[in-house]
């Protein structure tokens, strides 16, 4: 079935059901940012495969908005299926509530299936269209009626994550957690987040491709811990794991009867971007909602000495694939058939022969040429898949999943000749990753004020990105890890001693190329004066950045200093791993300049 023909069907049932405009947002009922295939449900209307997104379907009218990162994609992927795209963040380009609002008259219908719309989301448009007095239903999942071929729900098995990895025990996170609730002044804790539940019960799961989460729901009171998810899942051991730790297994679906029987006078935390509407309309009206942050999300976001010593670990491990990979490429490109999807499998084999490797942490962007344009391209044979060849620049974004931690890291590869205007542009990314990575700054700031110092040396040439310029990663968990970030949109989360952020500007040009240079680090204390407690980013992820793009006259004294001392950590770090011929490339391609 065609996207034009499924838009059709869904028409034809909204008007049977008296929907004017029916709303298909990227997520499932944990509000996950990676879904499960069942829950592809916009990808599935709209053609549209990238990450984030809304679709809008009215009889006369198909949407849909995304962010930066995936205009070039977008509208390759709709051209044809008589969707329009929206440029969130763009001027001229209304929200899609806002759109509604205009649109729509009193007495109109909005749909959505509520369990796959955050609590956050619906008070949104709630608050939007209440004054044209819309209508909004919660309760139905249309896509579900006409997509007979739906993917089966996951079924994977949990597993228990050691503590010798997590570093603390369950038992020790729920204390922590108890005690912020008391804080908070709340008696019940709601969770509806996969990679939070994960943390929290120190337990893994492979419901989500690349993201090692189970498909449940938590509840803490001060006395109970439950954990709603399909028996089947949990094995002994697991089971045997959480009883030790005071944690009672609940069947997934009895979620809703358990808060339906939450006494009154009760108090609720929970996170309404993290909880979906259906499970919030069925608390009790005899209780209190406290709405904040997860608890969890915080505690999680500070990782402790056994976290960043294990995550360090696995980036050791991760950079010698690295340097394994780009080794391999040096050595044979041109000499035999490499494609972006070849190259996407061999990295994953090098990265596999690695200890404690589980599966990437996310689809690999392998982008050659002006495919690196699009920042979340993903190659797939017969569709879109460059052979490489002795010439321009191949972008690699790619991760892993280990026992010991998740990675994140971004090389731009200079493959053979580039041009002025590459060279400059992969100079000017560099400088941009330089100057934020090496910078100092007072406790108490956040990403969104440091976010301009990787902007800088990009605005100076006129250059922009349309994305963030960091994110938090999980510890085997999401690569994609809040509430710290990076970036120019307003974030008040203070960068705390223990925290993981990317580090990853870039330039891209449609049409033409697209440099990302990419490294993880962990915020440090790093000197205390008089005027207060300074602040700095360590690396963690070690990689040669490729000498071949930089034009070395461009940098200034202290840049080449920080890339010459770079350099002699990886070599330092990753050549003990290392077979003779591969140390000696490494040598030669992080020599100082």
């Known amino acids: 079935m065609e996207v034009k023909e499924r838009i059709n069907r869904l028409r034809e049932l909204m008007q049977r059901m008296g929907i004017t405009a029916y709303v298909v947002p990227t997520s499932d009922p944990h509000q996950s940012e990676y879904i499960a295939d069942y829950y592809k449900t916009r990808v599935w209307i709209s053609g549209f495969t990238g990450s984030a997104g809304t679709v809008v379907i009215t009889q006369k009218e198909a949407i849909l908005w995304t962010d930066g990162r995936y205009f070039i994609q977008a509208e390759k992927e709709l051209e044809g299926s008589g969707i329009k795209l929206c440029k969130i963040g763009i001027p001229g380009f209304p929200t899609y509530s806002q759109w509604l609002k205009d649109l729509l008259n009193e007495g109109d219908t909005i749909g959505f299936d509520g369990k796959t719309f955050s609590q956050k989301e619906y008070e949104s448009l709630e608050k939007e269209v209440f004054k044209k007095k819309i ?11 006409i997509w007979v071929d739906r993917p089966a729900l996951p079924q994977s098995e949990a597993f228990v994550h050691d503590v010798k990895y997590a570093g603390k025990t369950t038992k020790e996170k729920l204390e922590e957690v108890r005690k912020e609730m008391t804080n908070k002044g709340s008696t019940h804790f709601l ?12 337990i893994r799961g492979r419901d989500i491709p690349k993201n090692p989460v189970i498909i449940s729901y938590a509840l803490i009171s001060e006395d109970n811990a439950f954990i709603f998810v399909n028996k089947n899942k949990i094995n002994e051991k697991v089971k045997s794991h959480l009883k030790e730790n005071g944690v009672e297994i609940k069947e997934y679906d009895k979620i809703v009867e358990e808060i339906e029987n939450i006494p009154s006078g009760s108090k609720v935390f929970l996170d309404p971007s993290k909880i979906n509407r259906w499970l919030y309309k069925n608390i009790p009206g005899r209780c209190k909602i406290i709405k904040g942050t997860n608890i969890t999300t915080y505690l999680k976001s500070i990782k402790n000495e056994v976290e960043i010593k294990n995550q360090k670990n696995a980036y050791i491990k991760d950079g010698v694939a690295l340097v394994k990979f780009i080794y391999w490429l040096d050595k044979n490109i041109g000499k035999t058939k490499i494609t972006e999807v070849s190259a996407s499998k061999q990295l994953e084999d090098f990265r596999r022969q690695q200890e404690e490797f589980i599966e990437p942490s996310f689809d690999t962007i392998a982008a050659y040429k002006e495919n690196a344009a699009m920042m979340h391209y993903k190659p797939e044979e017969g ?12 972008l690699v974004d790619s991760g892993g999943q280990y026992l010991d931690g998740t990675t994140d890291i971004t090389r731009t590869i200079i493959l053979g000749p580039i041009t002025d205007e590459e060279k400059r542009d992969f100079t000017l990314t560099l400088k941009a990753h330089i100057n934020l990575i090496n910078s100092k700054f007072l406790y108490g700031a956040t990403g969104t004020n440091l976010d301009v110092l990787a902007r800088y040396p990009l605005w100076q040439e006129g250059l922009d990105y349309k994305c963030g310029t960091g994110h938090g990663v999980g510890f085997l968990l999401n690569v994609h890890e809040g509430p710290q970030s990076i970036s120019n949109k307003y974030n008040e989360v203070v960068l705390e001693e223990g925290m ?5 500007p870039g330039v891209y040009k449609e049409g033409k190329h697209g440099v990302r240079i990419e490294n993880v680090t962990v915020v440090e204390e790093d000197i205390t004066t008089d005027s207060g407690k300074f602040m700095r980013f360590q690396p963690l992820s070690f990689c040669p950045i490729d000498l071949k793009g930089i034009y070395v006259t461009l940098l200034t004294i202290k840049e080449k200093k920080w890339l010459n001392e770079y350099h002699k950590q990886v070599f330092d770090k990753l050549s003990p791993y290392l077979e003779v011929e591969e140390k000696e490339w490494l040598k030669e391609n992080t020599k100082s300049i």
């Not at 209508?135 to 579900?144: A, E, F, R, S």
């Not at 993981?500 to 990853?504: D, K, N, S, V």
């Open 383 to 394: 569709k879109s898949n460059y052979e490489l060849k002795n010439e321009k620049m191949f």
């Open 135 to 145: 209508k909004i239903i919660d309760d139905y999942d249309l896509i579900g009626k």
């Open 191 to 202: 969770i509806g987040s996969l990679d939070d539940i994960a943390w929290l019960y120190n």
């Open 500 to 504: 993981i952020l990317t580090i990853e």
